[in-house]
């Protein structure tokens, strides 16, 4: 269903049984992939898919031009994935040459106003509540939580199971299964009732108390702490978490 108000230009592909309403505009190198919905007055501009069993609010902004001045019109795209919520205001800008694109996972929920831009990756599962938002080549893994009027600076990351709390800004890498809150961003323990929601078992959440203590409230250094926490604690979260913070190249929120 195609509104008879909706500007699609030729070259969209748009599955049979999605839907389009009144006053969406949807440019010609889009495609909108099956039971997908775009309420009404959406704007899906450039090379943007979105996937399957999507539903978009009044008032989104997809794949429109990256915020950043070193862009000259360069062809890069916006990919969004299935089963995605994204409510009014929500703007999610296309890449830039620095990587071609910017790209959101499935069974995402993106709430008012929240902003992903350019070059960003967001896993599968993540909550932005109202006006969270990402800045240029942020990644945010899977389960993560970014409460209302967070801001994430560019190039951050922030892992999975984590917790970003409201108002908190965000200059540093936030680790999985933590929590962080404060201006600037401050650890405050693990993500327990996030962690215990999501199935983990007694044995593991107290396994990663143990690591965040080694790593963030003893008096070793980040080193040998890490090469305390390999020789003593074992698991797959673990693994992760070690692995998160060697790969940190901002540095770790703490």
């Not at 994204?86 to 990587?99: D, F, L, M, P, W």
């Not at 892992?159 to 600037?184: C, E, I, Q």
């Amino acid at each position: 269903m195609i509104h008879p108000t909706a500007v699609v230009e030729e070259g969209a592909q748009i599955a049979g049984d999605a839907r389009i309403g009144p006053y969406c505009v949807v440019g010609g190198k889009a495609v909108i992939g099956s039971k997908t919905r775009l309420i009404s007055h959406v704007s899906v501009d450039g090379a943007t898919t979105v996937g399957r069993s999507c539903t978009v609010h009044p008032f989104v902004s997809l794949g429109g031009p990256p915020q950043d001045i070193t862009y000259r019109g360069e062809e890069t795209t916006c990919i969004v994935g299935d089963n995605n919520v994204i409510r009014e205001y929500v703007t999610i800008n296309r890449g830039t040459k620095a990587s071609g694109c910017t790209r959101v996972g499935s069974n995402n929920f993106i709430m008012a106003y929240s902003h992903i831009a350019h070059d960003c990756v967001v896993g599968d599962n993540v909550i932005m509540a109202n006006c969270a938002t990402l800045g240029g080549h942020v990644h945010v893994d899977d389960f993560a939580i970014l409460s209302g009027l967070c801001a994430i600076h560019q190039f951050c990351r922030v892992g999975k199971y984590a917790f970003v709390s409201g108002l908190t800004g965000v200059p540093k890498d936030v680790p999985p299964f933590v929590m962080a809150a404060g201006n600037r961003a401050t650890l405050y323990g693990l993500n327990v009732v996030g962690l215990e929601r999501r199935g983990f078992s007694k044995e593991e959440i107290a396994t990663l108390k143990k690591a965040y203590r080694l790593l963030f409230r003893s008096s070793l250094s980040l080193e040998a702490s890490l090469e305390t926490i390999e020789k003593q604690l074992k698991g797959e979260h673990i693994r992760e978490l070690v692995a998160f913070v060697r790969a940190s190249e901002r540095g770790i929120c703490r």
